[in-house]
């Protein structure tokens, strides 16, 4: 499949709806004006690719609507050369959407099939992160730390202490927090055991989940 003029001039008017909803980062809407999200799909919804909605992508996952993408990359308040860790690789759309602002980022995915299948589709698309790693989100991954910033693309019941240990001082933890519906949750380290919490507007996510598939 071929990223084609009418994907751009359609990702273009995503851009305008990203606007119109508050998404003010020249940079982030720059990236999704950038990234081809209908190769991050599946075919039968090709034609869905540009609105502003999630859709599956098979092990029970989504990919995230464009506006929670932009929405939780925008409060990263990313820098180049930032060094991102992310929980819930997914499809890999989020994921290139941090690589194109000019970030070193880890990625975490507990679902084996989804983590095979993006492990080998991202570097075709040349977008190659430090490290994809199969394991349990909720520990973080300890090897690279500490990030200066963290997003979790999954609800949390809970802000698993350790990501929140992972964070340098400055840096910024994105995390939906909640049940059934999700509060988008900011924490930023202010001193070794100081932290500023902000929470924003209510989102729905796929769950996180903890144990790993093996």
């Known amino acids: 499949m071929k990223d084609l003029p009418k994907h751009k001039g359609l990702r273009n008017q995503l851009v305008q709806v990203l606007k119109n909803k508050g998404i003010k980062d020249e940079k982030v809407l720059a990236a999704i004006a950038k990234i081809p999200r209908h190769l991050f799909m599946d075919s039968s919804f090709i034609d869905f690719a540009y609105k502003d909605k999630a859709f599956p992508i098979g092990a029970e996952q989504t990919i995230s609507q464009p506006y929670t993408v932009a929405f939780q990359t925008e409060l990263l308040q990313l820098k180049p050369k930032a060094k991102i860790l992310e929980i819930g690789t997914g499809s890999g759309y989020q994921t290139a959407v941090l690589l194109a602002l000019d970030t070193i980022v880890y990625s975490i995915e507990r679902q084996k099939e989804l983590f095979e299948k993006t492990k ?95």
Do not use: H, N, W
């Not at 080998?120 to 990030?147: R, T």
């Not at 990501?163 to 924490?187: C, D, N, S, Y």
């Not at 929470?199 to 996510?205: I, Q, S, W």
């Open 120 to 214: 080998k589709f991202l570097p075709k698309l040349g977008y190659v992160a430090k490290k994809l790693i199969f394991g349990d989100g909720y520990v973080g991954f300890k090897d690279a730390a500490p990030y200066d910033g963290i997003i979790v693309t999954a609800g949390a019941p809970l802000v698993p202490k350790p990501l929140l240990a992972q964070l340098k001082i400055g840096g910024r933890l994105v995390i939906p927090v909640g049940e059934k519906e999700q509060v988008m949750t900011l924490f930023i380290r202010k001193s070794q055991r100081e932290f500023e919490k902000q929470e924003f507007d209510k989102f729905a996510f796929v769950p996180f989940l903890k144990d790993v598939s093996k």
